[in-house]
Protein backbone atom coordinates (compact mmCIF):
# COMPACT_ATOMS: atom_id res chain seq x y z
CA UNK A 1 0.00 0.00 0.00
CA UNK A 2 2.71 2.55 0.63
CA UNK A 3 4.37 1.99 -2.45
CA UNK A 4 1.09 3.05 -4.23
CA UNK A 5 0.94 5.95 -1.85
CA UNK A 6 4.39 6.84 -3.11
CA UNK A 7 3.10 6.11 -6.54
CA UNK A 8 0.13 8.50 -6.65
CA UNK A 9 2.21 11.29 -5.20
CA UNK A 10 4.82 10.93 -7.65
CA UNK A 11 2.11 10.54 -10.59
CA UNK A 12 0.44 14.06 -9.11
CA UNK A 13 4.21 15.56 -8.90
CA UNK A 14 4.46 15.37 -12.28
CA UNK A 15 1.15 16.43 -13.40
CA UNK A 16 1.36 19.25 -11.51
CA UNK A 17 5.00 20.01 -13.04
CA UNK A 18 3.97 19.79 -16.45
CA UNK A 19 0.85 21.83 -15.43
CA UNK A 20 3.07 24.55 -14.03
CA UNK A 21 5.51 24.55 -17.16
CA UNK A 22 2.71 24.73 -19.92
CA UNK A 23 0.65 27.50 -18.10
CA UNK A 24 4.14 28.99 -17.85
CA UNK A 25 4.70 28.38 -21.62
CA UNK A 26 1.92 30.15 -22.67
CA UNK A 27 2.16 32.94 -20.56
CA UNK A 28 5.39 33.78 -22.48
CA UNK A 29 3.81 33.40 -25.76
CA UNK A 30 1.08 35.43 -24.77
CA UNK A 31 3.43 38.53 -23.70
Not at 1 to 29: D, H, Q, R, W
Request: hydrophobic share 70%; no cysteine.
Amino acid sequence: MLTILSYFLLLIGALVLALISFIGLSKIELI
